[in-house]
């Protein structure tokens, strides 16, 4: 079943770099390196690419990680893992990378819940950087009560949708029909499928929750819950977040 979610979902992002064409997102799969295998998977990407920062580059890459969860979470599976800076070779042959083992100790140690955890020395780097780019990191990034920085499963296509907003209401100004757009904007139908995507998420977590007797198990989808939940704007009882 696990390869039944991981073979569409690798399909369905690997095609999403084709439909972008000439975009930023088409020309970034060239610095992408992504391995398969067992059940985990391995991306790298460098700091900087051509004329991409390092900002730029994190936000390209938290696009990649969260649609790629996001669509095994639609099919029920629920990952964990880890993200730093480290080295990293690979060829068809072998993998050689401190960022992976890294990362993988991450995972094992601290991820414990369904989310894809920040390594301190990513988290110094994102601080080196952060002047001008709040707003962006606030929607990536999320730290919980103990400190632990994670990728927010559920915004990777808002922040596209606002800088849309933006570009379209400019252009209305531009030429002089500043307002007359009618219906939703992209942000807003995007927050609207945000808000249906969490719903369905959450009745998969209720009917895991449901359907076992170990706390240990049940604590990882109640967690979920309860961020979901802090996504929505209420109160939540299980544990506490706040947006970067």
Known sequence: MLKQAIDPAAKFMRESFELAKDGPFFEWKDCLDIRLFSDCLCAAAPLNFKTYGFIEQLTFFYKYLMGYQALLMANGFFCRGGITIGSHFADENMIFSGGLVEAHQLECAKAVYPRII?????????????????????????????????LNHFNYTLMDAALQDGEVAALMKAIGIDGMLSGASFFERDQQNKITSMADIKKTCDHII?????DHIKSKYH???????????????FASFIHW
């Open 118 to 150: 920040l390594s301190d020395r990513l988290i110094e780097e994102i601080q080196k950087n952060q002047e001008s780019n709040e707003r962006t990191l606030d929607y990536m990034l999320v730290r919980d009560q103990e400190g632990i920085v994670f």
């Open 210 to 214: 449901s359907g076992t007797d170990s």
């Open 223 to 237: 967690w979920l819950n309860d961020f979901i939940e802090f996504e929505n704007g209420k109160n939540s009882n």
